[in-house]
């Protein structure tokens, strides 16, 4: 496995604070009377400009979601060039 450290290459960074749990009672429309459940619920997102080596960051979210609800944080390291995935991670916040 090759360490994203010592190549040389230049990376982009994506990350998306999401919230499960959440329903809609819908009232009207084709759904009219149905509930639905909605998970990975995005909150805040952003990316990080193309960078390379190695890279500290801080990105401020809320220990809680809406009504309380847990957060997670899913970030996606790619390659800068070409977009390829290199590393994918998800984090819980704690609470």
Not at 39 to 58: C, E, N
Not at 64 to 82: I, K, P
């Amino acid at each position: 496995m090759q360490s994203i450290h010592d190549t040389g290459q230049r990376w982009a960074l994506w990350w998306a604070a999401v919230e499960d749990g959440h329903v809609s009672n819908v009232k009207a429309g084709e759904n009219s009377g149905v509930t639905l459940h909605h998970d990975h619920v995005v909150r805040q997102h952003g990316s990080v400009a193309p960078f390379s080596g190695a890279l500290t960051r801080r990105i401020d979210v809320p220990l809680h979601g809406e009504g309380g609800r847990a957060l997670r944080v899913l970030a996606v390291v790619t390659d800068a060039a070409g977009g390829a995935t290199v590393q994918a991670l998800q984090l819980r916040c704690p609470g």
